[in-house]
């Protein structure tokens, strides 16, 4: 996609204003969205996916991709014009201006990673660990996975975004593993192809449309972690510059491994057993026929859904620090450590929520509701792409074609539709934390106007 820009006049990129630490460069911010969105989708949910749409496990995620592009051209545009950390609630703010509507977003938003996190939590404690010991319960080990996350957000930025690259490569090493097991497998003459046609629903066209629409929901969960990365806006160096490219090489290297790890998984492992599986890819590596071991493969499987917490508690405190500041969320929630600038109130708070989704929920539920609400999101997102062309700005940055955002809204309002088919414990979820969110939201109101503050 060729970039267009967009100036009324001449002037330097915006410096930012905040006390964050820019310490996150172009290479360092490209394997951050990798990274970011890679993990406990494709290494703990495939096998859901391939339940609900059969053998044709790879459209789900071809769908899911051209979604996730739509979405994310808006958010390069937006974080082009707006580079801080408060992402959506910032441009929802900006492009309706009610408050209200700002912090249920910015409350789906923070959710939605942390639904992500407690996912990532209880895939960390699932089959994989299992290949080691069943000798801790699950839960205990999903509890302190967070809590050891946390302190480490707190040690700063440079030190949880260096783990983030170390463990993206592990990642990457665990899916190039089931890529060369898969073309071992195809070239040796391996592998069942007439499975990547058949689909799991019968009957009527309809029942293959929703069939295929719910998995497409749920491999979605596999896509989200771009729209984390625009929350480090004010601790990425040139930032206008510096997203754009790093956003859509992410999105299409992902997109590209989770199609071919789709394919690999069809044809080596039948759908029913890759659904019975929280490890799903270590089915596959057990029936690749290549005699890799099953214990290495579990270890770099849980590196992989470590990473994928890891960020996601970064990014929902950077986004309570952003809300801060904005004066969303009290004044508090943005106060940092002294000397290792650190959001530290943030931190707590989410790893708080976090620990509170791990005990009420499981993988597959988890990560429907971070799909689903990531979705309602994405659809005010692209809303507010177009409404924002109103409000230009000083300097040059990416501009979308109108098309995308239009798409972008549409395919999200259809993905998060009833027609998805999704658990009814989904949209109950969802609406519990929401009305937490207008719970919270009346509270702030209150406090602020007790204080003589502007509420409107």
Aim: charged letters at 15%; aromatic letters at 8%.
């Amino acid at each position: 996609m060729t970039a267009t820009t967009t100036a009324d006049r001449t002037s330097d990129e915006p410096e930012g204003d905040g006390p964050l630490s820019r310490a996150i460069g172009p290479k360092l911010l490209i394997l951050f969205v990798i990274g970011d969105i890679l993990g406990t989708g494709i290494y703990a949910t495939t096998g859901k996916v391939a339940g609900k749409v059969g053998g044709a496990l790879w459209l789900p995620f071809v769908i899911g991709f051209l979604v996730a592009i739509l979405t994310a051209a808006s958010y390069v545009e937006l974080v082009g014009k707006y580079p801080k950390a408060a992402g959506a609630a910032l441009y929802t703010q900006k492009a309706f201006k009610v408050p209200f509507l700002t912090f249920i977003v910015a409350f789906m938003v923070m959710c939605s990673g942390l639904a992500s996190a407690s996912a990532a939590a209880r895939a960390f404690s699932g089959d994989y660990f299992l290949e080691f010991t069943d000798a801790v319960p699950s839960t205990l080990i999903a509890v302190l996975f967070i809590v050891v996350l946390a302190a480490l957000n707190l040690r700063g930025v440079s030190e949880s975004v260096k783990t983030n690259v170390v463990l993206t490569i592990v990642e990457l090493t665990g899916l190039a593993i089931i890529l060369s097991i898969g073309a071992w497998a195809v070239l040796s003459g391996g592998g069942d192809t007439s499975r990547l046609t058949q689909f799991e629903a019968e009957g009527t066209g309809y029942a293959l449309f929703t069939s295929v629409l719910g998995a497409t929901a749920l491999g979605f969960f596999a896509f989200v972690g771009f729209e984390d990365s625009v929350n480090m806006a004010e601790e990425t160096k040139d930032p206008v510059r510096t997203f754009p490219r790093a956003i859509f090489i992410g999105v299409a290297v992902t997109g590209t491994i989770y199609v071919l790890v789709a394919l690999v998984s069809s044809l080596l492992v039948d759908h029913r057993t890759l659904e019975s599986s929280s490890g799903p890819l270590l089915e596959v590596v057990k029936a690749g026929g290549v005699g890799f071991p099953p214990q290495l493969f579990a270890l770099i499987a849980l590196f992989a859904v470590t990473n994928s917490a890891l960020i996601n508690i970064m990014m929902a405190s950077r986004l309570c620090y952003g809300m801060a500041n904005e004066r969303i969320l009290p004044k508090a929630m943005g106060r940092v450590l002294p000397k290792r600038c650190t959001p530290v109130v943030g931190i707590v708070f989410v790893s708080v929520l976090a620990i509170g989704l791990v005990l009420t929920g499981e993988i597959e539920g988890l990560g429907d509701t971070t799909a689903f609400l990531l979705l309602c999101v994405f659809a005010v997102v692209n809303i507010a792409v177009l409404v924002l062309r109103r409000d230009p700005v000083a300097h040059r940055h990416f501009r979308t074609p109108t098309a995308l955002p239009v798409l972008g809204a549409i395919t999200a309002l259809v993905l998060a539709s009833p027609l998805a088919e999704r658990d009814a414990e989904v949209y109950i979820r969802a609406g519990v934390l929401i009305a937490i969110g207008v719970g919270l939201w009346a509270v702030n109101r209150a406090v602020m106007k007790a204080r003589g503050e502007d509420t409107a």
